[in-house]
């Protein structure tokens, strides 16, 4: 993928609207992206410390300062619309439009059907599917007005197989309705030259919310992941493109960071795991 300008920090002054970015993977991307000096929109709904998962809006915009980068924490429930205008006009007012929107909020039950109550299959599809077809026609105006746009969705490869939805139908349907946007708008934005692209790790990624899920697991079986710096710099390559040559792709981390020529992915990985050992993720 061609680069959209030369530079050492080509999100310098690009302003990220990113979902989810009090923690995990959502909170690395900013973090990457606040190293080039961009400025940082986080939607997300932690205002307050939850028992198990570390961060909220406010500690992530002072971890996004200390690493370079202009941070402006909002309290948002990506299920209800009028929150959502209103964060995107209080981006807009504070850093003058927005150029990238990252839609990485999403909720997760890998449960059978009979283990899966009504509640939480509408959970699943209000955040991952309406949640990311919101967000995304709600910045689209502003996005326009971009020299170099970009939409990605944390969301998988449309592999429309048994496997991928026989264990977790659910989930399943409520992801891929994310990649079916990134199908559907790197289509209908084209035209504009605002980039629409997915982007899923290889291997599972060790994130907060992983490591409760993990909890029955041993030391041993729980270090079996990559950090979540891989999905931060294969997020920073594809968001640094040229938005009208690349755009309606389904990007897998580790892909993305052979081809921008990083061949040694060794230091994603925790000491003393072998790269045969890691646990592949769901999906691939």
Known sequence: MSQSQSGSAPLAGRTLFITGASRGIGLAIALRAAADGAN???AAKTTQPHPKLPGTIYTAAAEIE????????LAVDIRDDEQVAQAVARTVETFGGIDILVNNASAISPTLTPDTDMKRFDLMH????????????LCLPHLARSSNAHILMISPPLNMEERWFAPHVAYSIAKYGMSLCVLGLAGELRGQGIAVNAL??????????????????DNNERRRVRK????????YLILCAN???FTGNFCVDEQVLRRGGQTDLARYRYE???????LPDFFL
């Open 40 to 42: 940082i929109a986080i």
């Open 66 to 73: 200390a690493a370079g980068g202009r941070a402006l924490p």
């Open 126 to 137: 209000q955040i991952n599917t309406r949640g990311t077809y919101l967000c995304s026609k």
């Open 200 to 217: 899923w790790p290889r291997t599972v990624i060790d994130t907060a919310a992983l490591r409760i899920a993990m909890a029955k697991y």
């Open 228 to 235: 979540p710096q891989i999905m931060a710099d294969a997020a």
């Open 243 to 245: 938005s009208r040559e």
């Open 272 to 278: 003393g795991v072998r790269e045969e050992d890691l």
